[in-house]
Nanobody, 123 residues
Framework: VQLQASGGGLVQAGGSLSFSCAAS????????MGWFRQSPRKERQFVAA????????YYEDSVKGRFAISRDNAKNTVYLQMNSLKPVDTAVYYC?????????????????WGQGTQVTVSS
């Protein structure tokens, strides 16, 4: 499956941004979907994930209550809404697809990745 992310950008602290990740090649209903982020000199970090049907979501502790992952399988798209952004949220964000049953929080569990999209939160 090919993933194409869009969104992100520059925002002041406390602001909001959103991402969408459109899939092609296969129906994303077959995949658990996740969002990760990576800052310079840091490893890729789990942000959020969502089950195939969208009924179960998972979040990294620091984004709980601020970020929301969702999906529309009919549109073959997954979304990430980010609110109350902080400078520490500055990173390149990636969407990813996992057809298996791994932990969901480990990048190695995902076999398809979108291109990274920069988010910069100014203080």
């Amino acid at each position: 499956v090919q993933l194409q992310a869009s969104g992100g950008g520059l925002v002041q602290a406390g602001g909001s941004l959103s991402f969408s990740c459109a899939a092609s090649g296969l129906a994303i209903s077959r995949y658990r979907m996740g969002w990760f982020r990576q800052s310079p000199r840091k490893e890729r970090q789990f942000v959020a994930a969502i089950s195939r049907g969208g009924g179960i979501t998972y979040y990294e502790d620091s984004v709980k209550g601020r970020f929301a992952i969702s999906r529309d399988n009919a549109k073959n798209t997954v979304y990430l809404q980010m609110n109350s952004l902080k400078p520490v949220d500055t990173a390149v964000y990636y969407c990813a697809a996992d057809s298996g049953g791994g932990s969901l929080r480990e990048p190695n569990d995902y076999e398809s990745w979108g291109q990274g999209t920069q988010v910069t939160v100014s203080s």
